[in-house]
Structure formats: structure tokens, C-alpha cells
T-cell receptor, first 116, second 115 residues
């Protein structure tokens, strides 16, 4: 297993365009998280899935953001009508949850989004 | 609501010197606590975690952290810093009495290592 993979690594888009990011978690991990990190700050929680079910969305996640994990494996994060304020690093993480404490995530390398 | 404060935005130490990075958390009970390291342009790597039991936790790369309930702190330490330790370090707290497993992160401390 090669860890958590995110694609693309970098994305430059014009304001108003739609973008989609993909995350492939570690195969045996049933939980998948999306975080957003802006310069000089720590990651902020956006949403998470357990298998294919989206169990929580942050209030940070406006209606322009949508995430899916259709078969409980990879996930996509789409941003519609991008704004300059969406420029950030989007991090995906996965973990194996069995009802025991959170053992910490395995993070991907992130997708750097720049909206111009 | 849970929160994490990392009081030092930037720390510079000489190679071979000891290191302590501070982390203070706010939470109503004993939380789950984590330290992560992030190299430029990369994701975060878990260094160590605390759930319960021994308050001194050993992690990877020679790091350790001590949980002090009375001070609401979880400071990260390393006895002798290597140039390769230069990176950004994040403290995070997770809430054990929720099922979500999501974490709240501090804003990080950037470590510079002088030769």
C-alpha cells in the first residue's frame, strides 16, 4: 500500500470555474476526512465519511462544496464557482475506525489550489 | 468547544540542542492529543499520540511529549535536534466522547535548525 494519494498535486483555476479533487485512501481504512489548510494555519476540518456515508460537514463547507465517496473507497471534493478565498491546500486523510479511539490519521500530500 | 494553542509561531535552535514545542488545549475532559510534523508542500505525518495511561509518550524520530492535566499542556520535546527536523509542527486534539474522530489543530510552530 502506498498510503493516501491525492490528485492533482497542484491546480490553478480562474475564479468562477469548477474544480474537482480526488483522494484515494489506504485500502483497509473505512474513514476518510477532508481538511483545508491556509497559509500560516493548521488544518481545518471540512467533512468526513465512514465507508460511503458522509457523517458530518463543517459549517465552513458552503453550498459550493460537495464531497462524495460513492463506493466507500476513493473520494472526490468538488468546488463550484471558485472564489479567491478558496485558495488553500486541501488535505485528505484516512483512518481505520472500529469504535476504539482515533489512532490518528494518515494524511495525503494534499492538493494546492490557487484561484486567480 | 475544543481548541489548541501553540504559543510559539517560530522557534530556532542549533543543531544538537534540545527542543521543546509548547501546546495548550482547551477541553472539558481528558482529550486525545496528537503531534504531527509537516515538511514544505507535504501532508502531515503523525509523530505521537496520547489517549490515557502513562503521561510521557514516546514517538517516532526520537520525539516525546508529556501530558500535564493541571496545565492543560502537551509539550513536544527532543533531546538533540537534527537539521532534518526543520519543519512545521502541529498539535491537535480529538474528542473521545464523540464518534467523529475529527481533530482540531493548532496553527503550528515552524522549527528552524541552525548548523
Amino acid at each position: 500500500d502506498t498510503g493516501v494519494s491525492q490528485d492533482p498535486r497542484h491546480k490553478i483555476t480562474k475564479r468562477g470555474q469548477n474544480v474537482t479533487f480526488r483522494c484515494d485512501p489506504i485500502s483497509e481504512h473505512n474513514r476518510l476526512y477532508w481538511y483545508r489548510q491556509t497559509l500560516g494555519q493548521g488544518p481545518e476540518f471540512l467533512t468526513y465519511f465512514q465507508n460511503e456515508a458522509q457523517l458530518e460537514k463543517s459549517r465552513l463547507l458552503s453550498d459550493r462544496f460537495s464531497a462524495e465517496r460513492p463506493k466507500g473507497s476513493f473520494s472526490t471534493l468538488e468546488i463550484q464557482r471558485t472564489e479567491q478565498g478558496d485558495s488553500a491546500m486541501y488535505l485528505c486523510a484516512s483512518s481505520f475506525w472500529t469504535g476504539n479511539p482515533n489512532y490518528g490519521y494518515t494524511f495525503g500530500s494534499g492538493t494546492r489550489l490557487t484561484v486567480v | 468547544a475544543q481548541s489548541v494553542t501553540q504559543p510559539d509561531i517560530h522557534i530556532t535552535v542549533s543543531e544538537g540542542a534540545s527542543l521543546e514545542l509548547r501546546c495548550n488545549y482547551s477541553y472539558g475532559a481528558t482529550p486525545y492529543l496528537f503531534w504531527y510534523v509537516q515538511s514544505p508542500g507535504q501532508g502531515l505525518q503523525l509523530l505521537l499520540k496520547y489517549f490515557s495511561g502513562d503521561t510521557l509518550v514516546q514517538g517516532i524520530k526520537g520525539f516525546e511529549a508529556e501530558f500535564k492535566r493541571s496545565q492543560s499542556s502537551f509539550n513536544l520535546r527532543k533531546p538533540s535536534v537534527h537539521w532534518s527536523d526543520a519543519a512545521e509542527y502541529f498539535c491537535a486534539v480529538g474528542a473521545p466522547n464523540t464518534n467523529a474522530g475529527k481533530s482540531t489543530f493548532g496553527d503550528g510552530t515552524t522549527l528552524t535548525v541552525k548548523p
